[in-house]
């Protein structure tokens, strides 16, 4: 076909398109405006397609280094409002799973649809692992396709679903649906207005062939530190109990009622039987019903392409009055476990003929031919339904072990609450401790006495403000480790986080999808781990932001362990240290420049012209962690009363936890001070110099 047709294709025209095709029909139809992946069969010819159709399409491409990469690309898109289109094979979304499991936490706003292409009899793959397990891992929803007119129209879906609730929705495809040809109907393009008031005002604008979004800032939402994620996950849960409502009324789950196939009112179905199935295996199974006539034994097919969260009352309702039910589904039983779950704890005595019973195979791609064996075999055997029979009354029987215990335990626990609060000393040890928590002051994790990290934030928040970029025009992409506390203010340098190493990653799709200026953080263990091939990224796609590599010598937050930027190994031996600086340089970069960020000067040129460079430019923060041991103690810093106004900027913009307000003045801790002279450095009176009496 003229794969042009797939940009310019009018609504209405038919095209014979394959699965893959029909993805980057839905992409355009749905209006995205960034789309990422890594390569993979069966999923590759879409980034191929896309690779020469983006421009046209009014769209940003690129193949990102890896899927993870490319997820993190795609999630900080969707952020900043633009829909985000990736896709991987099956294992690429292992690779990308631990920014893809933040990402559903910290939501899609702009809509974000992540196609997961499985390999049933790992036809070009290491292994044939079922991806909708992740759904349930992650909390997402999930929708299968059986045909390329499906593929097309759960794009679109997927994306109104993703926006709706501002989640990631997974498409799952097989090898079989990626690669079949069938007949689409194209549908209209979107028009894409992704300009808002905020972008309107920037007036740096680049020019590019696709719509830019704007990144608004909030902590809570797109910062997973454990106070946010924990409302995060409580969001998340009621969010799945509203689209698990959605599945059960969706028109992507139909019924194919066979007994509107028997043409004479004489034949009656012998028994009713129903199956249920999804995805390409559905097509197996509509094809063994039709062919073999299994409407005369009465066979109606429950279709799910709304397949989590899983459709519970709708199932219910379908296999109500039936004499059994079949699961057909490709690779591992998720569906069949999901079905005996319901009838187990409804208390319906049906028997369910799948994977479990061993009536259909447990790996590898199903066909017609399957199919067919695997339902005779249950037919040949006048349904031999005792082992089911037994596995529900198994289920039950468990339900009410657990029942009994839980009942017996939570006895047990009131029994010993009720006769501890009979005891007068307990009475009074809980009120005491009830006391103490009421009145225990708010302490939020703050950064050391002394830590360099703080000199850093300053210096940044200082060369932005020289350069009259406003916080707003200002993304901060942070990342695992003592860095996240720059979250709090006066620094508030944490607006966006997903997982170890994503800050660069991060920054990517922030520099694709915003015309902001955007500063990454990263320490110098969490480089080493996953920042090295996301630099490689930026570089060789051309984005433009600014990395910080907070180089404190040690892994921090853990406890102080050696990583490869030290000359020490983890059993205390020598080992050959790895330049940070040369490993930059030889990722592409051409700005690269180490700092000590105690030095204040120094720090703030840096960064102005760090945020001036086109492209990527590196900032090492290099600095020796507080905690080292080992380190001399420096003479501590005293106000000078003399010279000090009261102005309280010591306290209120660079927030050491050693400068602090007694009696209305400022006054610096001696035991607390580490000697580091930021304060002197920041203070425009003079007002702040060395101890000398000590």
């Known amino acids: 076909m003229d ?20 993805a980057v029909r839905g992409a355009i139809e749905a209006g995205v405006s960034v789309a990422a992946t890594y390569p993979g069969t069966p999923s590759s010819e879409i980034g191929n397609i896309l690779s020469i159709l983006a421009k046209d399409a009014g769209l940003f491409f690129e193949f990102s280094i890896n899927e993870k990469v490319a997820m993190e690309v795609a999630a900080s898109s969707a952020a900043s409002g633009l829909k985000s289109f990736t896709f991987m094979k099956h ?40 991806n909708r397990h992740y759904a349930r891992l992650a909390n997402c ?7 390329p007119q499906e593929v097309k129209d759960m794009m679109k879906y997927g994306y109104e679903l993703s926006k709706e609730f501002s989640i990631p929705v997974i498409l799952r495809t097989t090898t079989r649906i990626s690669h079949m040809r069938g007949v689409v109907e194209l549908g209209d393009v979107e028009i894409i207005n992704n300009k ?16 830019k979004g704007f990144f608004k800032k909030d902590p809570k939402q797109f910062v997973p530190v454990p106070e946010n994620s924990m409302v995060m996950h409580e969001k998340l849960v009621a969010k799945m109990e509203d689209i698990e409502e959605l599945a059960n009324n969706s028109d992507l789950n139909f019924i194919f009622n066979s007994f509107e196939n028997i043409n004479s009112e004489n034949v009656k179905p012998k028994s009713k039987y129903g199956i249920i199935s999804s995805g390409s295996a559905f097509n197996y199974a509509y094809d063994v019903v039709v062919e073999d006539n299994l409407a005369n034994l009465g066979f109606n097919i429950l279709k799910l392409g709304f397949t989590y ?14 004499d059994g039910i079949f699961v057909v589904e490709e690779v591992d039983p998720i569906m069949e476990k999901e079905v005996l779950a319901i009838i187990g704890e409804v208390g319906i005595d049906i028997p369910v003929f799948g994977k479990l019973d061993g009536n259909f195979p447990l790996i590898h791609e199903f066909n017609s031919d399957i199919v067919r064996d695997s339902i005779n075999k249950v037919i040949d055997s006048s349904f031999n339904t005792i082992n089911t029979i037994n596995t529900i009354n198994t289920i039950n029987n468990g339900n009410n072990i657990n029942n009994t215990n839980k009942g017996s335990n939570s006895n047990n626990i009131n029994n010993n609450i009720n006769n501890s609060n009979n005891s007068s000393n307990d009475l009074n040890i809980n009120k005491r401790l009830k006391d103490i928590k009421d009145n225990l002051p708010s302490r939020p994790p703050t950064l050391c006495p002394g830590c360099s990290h703080r000199a850093t934030y300053f210096g940044v928040r200082r060369a932005a403000e020289e350069l009259n970029i406003s916080n707003e025009n200002l993304i901060f992409s942070s990342d695992i480790g003592c860095y996240t506390l720059g979250v709090s203010p006066p620094y508030e340098t944490t607006d966006y986080l997903l997982s170890m190493g994503s800050s660069i990653g991060d920054a990517c799709g922030f520099s694709v999808a ?9 320490g110098d263990s969490t480089f080493f781990h996953g920042g090295i091939p996301p630099l490689i990224n930026g570089v060789h796609n051309k984005h433009k ?69 086109d492209g990527v430019s590196v900032i090492i923060a290099k600095h020796p962690c507080t905690l080292i041991k080992g380190l001399k103690r420096k003479r501590p810093m005293v106000i000078k009363e003399n010279k000090c106004n009261n102005c309280q900027n010591c306290v209120t913009t660079l927030a050491c936890p050693a400068i602090s307000i007694v009696d209305g003045k400022v006054e610096i801790d001696d035991l607390l001070c580490k000697g580091c002279t930021v304060c002197v450095q920041m203070c425009d009176e003079k007002a702040i110099g060395v101890k000398k009496d000590i």
Request: hydrophobic share 35%; net charge negative.
């Open 196 to 211: 808002t008031d905020d972008f309107n005002n920037i007036n740096f604008a680049k020019n590019v062939h696709w719509e």
């Open 514 to 522: 915003t015309n902001q200026h955007i500063v990454s953080f990263i």
């Open 309 to 322: 969260p899983f459709p519970k009352d709708l199932v219910l309702d379908f296999i109500e009055g039936l």
């Open 3 to 22: 794969l042009n047709q797939l940009v310019n294709g009018k609504s209405g025209d038919k095209e014979f398109l394959l699965g893959n095709e029909a």
């Open 141 to 147: 929803p999930v929708l299968e396709p059986s045909n």
């Open 545 to 613: 932001f600014v990395v910080t590599i907070l180089d404190n010598r040690t892994t921090a937050m853990t406890g102080g362990q050696p990583n490869p930027g030290l000359p020490v190994d983890g059993m205390g031996n020598q080992a050959p240290e790895i330049s940070i600086e040369e490993i930059a340089k030889a990722c592409g970069c051409e700005f690269v420049e180490t700092i000590n960020p105690m030095n204040l000067s120094k720090t703030i040129d840096t960064y102005k012209r760090a945020l001036e460079y």
């Open 91 to 130: 294992v690429g979304l292992n690779v990308a799973s631990d920014s893809f499991l933040t990402a559903v936490y910290t939501g899609t706003p702009g809509g974000m649809v992540v196609l997961s292409a499985d390999d049933p009899s790992m036809f070009s793959s290491q292994n044939e692992q079922d």
